[in-house]
């Protein structure tokens, strides 16, 4: 599933906030918990691949997560470990399903769109299932070592095979063998979520309603929480200290007193010599080193 396109129909907003929970706090645990699917196994209707709740989650949290570069990153390594762990299990009549439905949302998508990279993701997914009925390529358990059948991608989509030095480059397009062909999905997957991104910046209408509509606000609020509070009570930050440059991605979670002396300070661009004291030991406290909490 490559979540070209998102859901149709209503939801309720209890259910919805219900869906984008279940979904984030998988993610936050997916490293950290040996069996997260039984731990997550009484929502597991919102976890299911290709339904409506898996893809409402999926493109609610590629909204809500918009404009912050650490939990866009945190997102879309998030949903490649899921999406290698569902088709690490596919036989082969899923591979067939799977690369004819991502292939045919791609076709539906491009009829009101233009967007070279679905084109080009599109035509790679073709290549492998060409392959897939020539009953060359049965999974993605194939083995890594096959070269017995080649296609050609774009260089900019399959960076880090390139990086690895695990595909050949000819004239700006990578010569990836059959064996690299889950790598390669891996690669697509992560490149389309990086474009959709970028695609969402254009969407001024929608960055509107992104920071007037207080729904959206508080399910905003709620999804960084989940995030933040997770990170921290597993240990996954190994590191403590916060930066200057941090505080836009953390002011959210400042108590109220500092959370009001922080607005007024980007308001005014100064502040009364206590609030100047108070804020700059509050910074200290949470992890800013001295030096810049002054």
């Known amino acids: ?21 279940t979904r984030m706090k998988y993610f936050v645990r997916m490293d950290t918990v040996s069996d997260v699917n039984n731990e997550m196994c009484s929502n597991v209707e919102y976890m299911m691949s290709g339904t409506p709740l898996d893809r409402t989650g999926h493109f609610m949290l590629r909204l809500l997560l918009f404009g912050n570069n650490r939990l866009q990153e945190f997102l879309i390594d998030s949903e490649t470990k899921l999406l290698l762990t569902r088709i690490n299990g596919f ?3 899923d591979l067939l399903q799977f690369l004819k439905t991502s292939i045919r949302h791609i076709e ?10 679905l084109t080009t993701i599109g035509e790679s997914l073709k290549s492998i299932q060409t392959f897939a009925y020539a009953s060359h390529y049965e999974s993605f358990q194939h083995d890594e070592l096959c070269s017995q059948n080649i296609i050609l991608v774009p260089f900019q989509l399959c960076l880090s095979l390139l990086k690895n030095r695990e595909v050949s480059l000819r004239k700006g397009y990578c010569e990836v063998p059959c064996g690299k062909w889950k790598k390669l999905i891996e690669n697509l997957f992560s490149s389309h979520l990086k474009f959709c991104f970028k695609e969402i910046a254009s969407e001024k209408r929608l960055l509107y309603e992104l920071k007037c509509d207080q729904r959206l606000i508080d399910l905003q609020n709620i999804v960084q929480n989940i995030y933040y509070n997770g990170i921290e ?6 590191n403590k200290t916060v930066s200057a440059k941090d505080i836009e991605n953390v002011y ?4 109220p007193c500092m959370l009001n002396i922080y607005r007024y300070l980007k308001i005014d661009h100064r502040l009364s010599h206590q609030a100047r004291f108070d804020f700059s030991l509050y910074l200290k406290d949470i992890g800013m080193p001295l030096h810049e909490s002054i």
């Not at 009570?233 to 190994?238: A, K, V, W």
């Open 1 to 21: 599933m490559f979540y070209i396109k998102p859901p149709r129909g209503n939801i309720n907003l209890h259910k919805l906030q219900e869906c984008i929970e």
């Open 91 to 93: 036989v082969y009549k």
């Open 108 to 117: 539906e998508y491009l009829n009101d769109s233009q967007m070279s990279w």
């Open 233 to 238: 009570s597993d240990g996954l930050l190994n």
């Open 252 to 255: 959210s979670y400042f108590p």
